[in-house]
């Protein structure tokens, strides 16, 4: 991790033209140079219409320069911004003066990085600075902003608060044992049990949803050859995307098509037939189908309804991630269809709804509510972790009334939220993280 005794500087609007250009720097000494490159320090949070300077005194640029004097800004340092002419060149010479006057060329994130490290933000808050700025839909807009103003970080401290309240009762229990303690009899214990659970519950279902907002939804369709994959893809998407032919092993490669289902956005992967013997470009189709299974968020496994051999999905899938049976070419005589199964034909398009319908079930897009936030896999992980901690600690309550290992495993699971909004981070952690920023964010 870079010092924070450093000043650094970086243009903050992309590079290549535009009406204005702005350069931010932020550091102990922005003061000075802001000193330097106005000839006076602006009055703090006022735009003030002054010439650009480099070191030499020569103008630069002219425009409005902000100036937020420490801890009153975003990073929490002082920080100056020069509001000038958008060209890169223009935008160049000023970084370049910022530079010779003591400042550094800024990483990428580095400011949102000072933020945290200031206690400005907490991490998933930064996090949703890149989300916001990343998003793809209006919606994903709107749920970054949510994560942004702290609702995710909310919803998270209030249950490490819970889980404090617990852990807290658990451990005064066996700090002033009068007599052997029966936990189990313990009806507030057993209430706050409950009320954690449902608290995790309901805030993973939560950080699911907001994470199939910020990355969209990605179903994998996976089957024998032949059983009607790539002509289910082409269905769903309404464009002839994928080579269709009787011929058995015709896909080979790994196709994605973007699709949006009332609001939802889908990824859908068309791969090879899985099969015995293929030959050699098919084994590399079939390669690829199985690591595209390793990220799905749901599979569709097609069968053939007029066949009986459907082979077998062997791969590990995600955590959560379910398959669903999907009978095609139920249009054919003879064909077979099963209750529990979706049922269509790719040929006629019965069924498609249906099909439609469970997709954005297999999501939770149903309840995907107003209060809706982005989350990422880091949350849903970290989520994971806690849920199993907690899990864990109420199995050994309950089948051994053992209180010591409750508590510990409730200290686990809350250290495991904990790493959501970077109370407990390593800088691994938030080099990864800040490093998906661009420069000037
Ligand atoms: N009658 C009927 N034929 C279908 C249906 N779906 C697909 N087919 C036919 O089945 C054959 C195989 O279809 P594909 O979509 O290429 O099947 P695939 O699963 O992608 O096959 P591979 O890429 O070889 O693994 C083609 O001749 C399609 O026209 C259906 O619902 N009804
Ligand atoms: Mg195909």
Not at 2 to 19: E, M, Y
Not at 269 to 287: C, F, K, S, W, Y
Request: charged share 25%; glycine share 10%; aromatic share 4%.
């Amino acid at each position: 991790m870079q010092s924070l005794a450093d000043t650094i500087v970086a243009a903050a609007t992309p590079p290549g033209t535009g009406g204005v250009g702005i350069v931010r720097i932020s550091g102990p000494d922005a003061e000075g140079i802001a000193r330097r490159m106005l000839g006076s320090l602006p009055e703090p949070r006022y735009a003030s219409f002054r010439n650009f300077k480099n070191e030499e005194g020569e103008d630069l640029d002219t425009g409005l320069a902000l100036y937020f004097p420490a801890p009153t800004s975003f990073t929490g340092e002082s920080v100056l911004e020069l509001h000038g002419h958008g060209g890169p060149l223009v935008m160049a010479m000023l970084v370049d003066a910022a530079i010779s006057l003591g400042a550094r060329r800024a990483q990428p994130g580095e400011f949102s990085q000072r933020a945290f490290l200031n206690g400005k933000l907490d991490l998933s808050q930064a996090e949703a600075i890149a989300d916001l700025i990343n998003a793809g839909t209006s919606q994903a807009a709107r749920a970054a902003l949510r994560s942004l103003s702290g609702e995710f970080s909310k919803a998270v401290n209030t249950l490490a608060e819970l889980l404090t309240r617990l852990r807290l009762h658990v451990e005064a229990a066996i700090d002033f044992p009068e007599e052997e303690i029966d936990f189990l009899s313990d009806e507030l214990l057993k209430k706050r049990l409950d009320e954690c659970a449902d608290a995790f519950a309901l805030l993973q279902d939560e950080a699911r949803q907001g994470r199939v907002l910020r990355d969209g939804f990605r179903v994998v369709i996976v089957g024998r050859p032949n059983a009607g994959k790539s002509s289910l893809l082409n269905l769903l998407s309404g464009q002839d995307a994928a080579i269709v032919t009787e011929i058995a092993g015709t896909t080979r490669d790994v196709l994605r098509e973007q699709i949006d289902i009332d609001g939802l956005a889908v990824e859908l992967v068309d791969t090879a037939g899985l099969r015995e013997n293929p030959d050699r470009v098919e084994a590399e189709g079939i390669r690829r189908a199985r690591e595209a299974l390793r990220s799905a968020d749901a599979v569709l496994w097609i069968q053939d309804a007029t066949e009986t051999e459907h082979g077998v999905i062997d791969e590990p899938l995600p955590d959560g991630t379910k398959i669903t049976i999907v009978r095609n070419k139920i249009d054919l005589p003879g064909a077979k269809r099963e209750p529990a199964a979706v049922n269509i034909s790719a040929k006629t398009g019965e069924g498609l709804d249906a099909l439609r319908q469970r997709i954005r079930d297999l999501a939770g897009y149903e309840n995907l509510s107003e209060g809706a936030f982005t989350a990422r896999s880091r949350h849903v992980n970290a989520l994971e972790r806690a849920a199993i901690h907690f899990r864990t600690g109420t199995t050994a309550l309950e089948e051994a009334n053992a209180g010591e290992l409750l508590a510990e495993e409730l200290r686990l699971a809350q250290r495991a939220l904990g790493a959501i909004t970077g109370e407990v981070s390593s800088d691994d952690l938030l080099g990864r993280i800040f490093s998906e920023f661009c420069i000037g964010k």
